[in-house]
């Protein structure tokens, strides 16, 4: 999970930013670089691997200077390796950028710039940044309006950091759509940019976090900050406390809240090293799965408990979809004692957040014992699942703190689909079409969920209207009925509030009996191939006078004409929906919860990894 850290100010820039960036290791990374402006020239240090090994490179050939900015990286575009390594520099060495999130636009943008002379560097989709900043440069505008420019040709969730030679007095930033998140530091005649709070909590408390399409002008004296058309805006300035658990959860309230937030990098994360987009193709290297593998597979059992199973209903329709590949979704639990029917050419996908859950590691297992491939997706790092596998997926999500799962539900979402490409890809059931128009849908994640972070208020006003409620019924259908599982599941967790999820076209028989004015009905109802569908089953739940929340495609006339409310996301494609529509779920399940006063990131009788059967 890529980490920012930039400084301006009177002191050498270089031990502030690799400080700073040690204390973002735990995001994960795979290189990582800095650059200064020392006199009238950028200075840069980058290399692949860890932070030490940068450490190492400034430690034998030193650069001093200020202002400065330094970057971890996790590679999405172009393998790890010095040349793709952050920061970049652009032709001229004039203007040099640090960069997190995906250009979506970023082909389109390096065609344009080819076509007039530019020479790349590297296989990054950040490169056509630095390159477009200073072909809009070459025309004397300031580096507030080079900036400002290139980031609103700019598509997708990004976070930028861009300073300029020729003004080494000012570092422009920008939050573009939610990539993660801009700290910009308050500090005597300095001023520091980070992605996360513990970077520059040594040299101030006093901080500003940008909002999505909100630029910063830093001096040393000053910060400035616009929209990125131009208005000005006066920002709070927040004041961290010194205890550390606040100061991680920074400008949230809960970790909870912070966790369904930092999807959107987390999401752009799961992609990284893994998506050529160039290419259109999949990299899974520590599954280890092989074309002979591939092509053995007669038979997948996904198994795991709570949310992580819901993530395996949805990775069922995906696997079953793209690689015609049969699959079963078992609870762990229940796994064992079920006698599956298991062979070498059959494989067990397991599913934990923590990697430790007893009746996932037990149902793991069984299926080493009967001779099945052992696959998990797993978020914790060297856990038990992640080492029995024969393989895994790593969710690249990091820590998370709340007890009620969200990024760790979203993220195995993606790697399902990737798996599912990647699968297919190998046993030769995709034509090379289809699998770069799927590889290049992967682009579009990370924004699309970034729209729906931009819906919370009114999420919390329908929060408001529901905090009172005894019981909800949420229905979905097909990739999306996992999602009405979840989201009761969330809702459930947090504000111990009766909610059941159900398959929608069983509505009618039985469950409709419940349905009246007391009884909230949650449709989750985006434009996808069951959405006529779902169409009646909203005017079946209002016809006996039931509540009616829907979660629905932005510009669905027929839903806002029917549903009492609305929670609107954007437009994405089908199969990867349920990472959109189970955003605003999360979030009401939040926001109820906080409203009715209780323990959001611990909630009673639960814990976080359930290690006793």
Known sequence: MCGIVGYIGTRDATPIILNGLKRLEYRGYDSAGVAVINGNQIEVRRDAGKLSQLIDLVSKDPVKGAPGIGHTRWATHGAPSARNAHPHVGNSGKVVIVHNGIVENFLELKEELTSEGVIFNSETDTETIVHLAEYLKASGNSLEEVARKTFNRIEGANVVVMMTTEEPDKIVTARIGNAGGVVIGLGENENFIASDIPAILEHTRKVIFLESRQMAIITRDSVQVKTLDGQEIKPEIHTIAWDAVSAEKGEYRHFMQKEIHEQVRALTDTLAGRVDFQEGRIRLPELKLTPELAKRIQRIYITACGTAAYAGMVGKYLIEKIAR??????????????????????????????????????????????????????????????????????????????????????????????????????????????????????????????????????????????????????????????????????????????????????????????????????????????????????????????????????????????????????????????????LPLQLLAYHIAAIRGLDVDQPRNLAKSVTVE
């Not at 790092?381 to 596998?389: H, K, P």
């Not at 005894?470 to 009761?488: D, H, Q, S, V, W």
């Not at 009646?536 to 509540?547: F, L, P, V």
């Open 325 to 582: 590949v049969p699959v079963e979704v078992v609870i762990a639990s229940e796994f064992r004692y079920s006698d599956p029917i298991l062979d070498e050419n059959t494989v067990v996908l397991a599913i934990s957040q923590s990697g430790e859950t007893a009746d996932t590691l037990a149902a793991m297992e069984e299926g080493r014992r009967k001779g099945a491939v052992i696959w998990s997706i797993v978020n914790a790092i060297g856990s038990q699942a992640m080492r029995i596998a024969d393989g895994f997926i790593s969710m690249q999500t990091g820590p998370e703190v709340g007890v009620a799962s969200t990024k760790a539900f979203t993220a195995p979402l993606v790697d399902q689909y990737m798996l599912a490409i990647l699968l297919a890809d190998l046993r030769g059931v995709l034509d090379d079409k289809t699998r770069k128009s799927l590889v290049s849908d992967l682009r579009l994640v990370p924004d699309l969920a970034g729209r729906v972070m931009d819906t919370e208020a009114d999420v919390e006003k329908v929060a408001h209207v529901l905090k009172d409620i005894k019981n909800c019924l949420y229905l979905g259908r097909g990739i999306n009925m996992p999602i009405a599982y979840e989201g009761a599941l969330k809702l459930k967790e947090i504000s111990y509030i009766h909610a059941e999820g159900y398959p929608a076209g069983e509505m009618k028989h039985g469950p409709i009996a419940l349905i009246d004015e007391e009884m909230p009905v949650l449709c989750i109802a985006p434009k996808d191939p069951w959405h006529e569908k779902m169409i009646s089953q909203i005017q079946q739940a209002k016809a006996r006078g039931g509540i009616v929340i829907a979660i629905a495609t932005e510009g669905d006339e027929l839903v806002k004409n029917m549903a009492d409310h609305a929670l609107w996301v954007p437009e994405a494609p089908w199969m990867l929906s349920p990472i959109i529509t189970v």
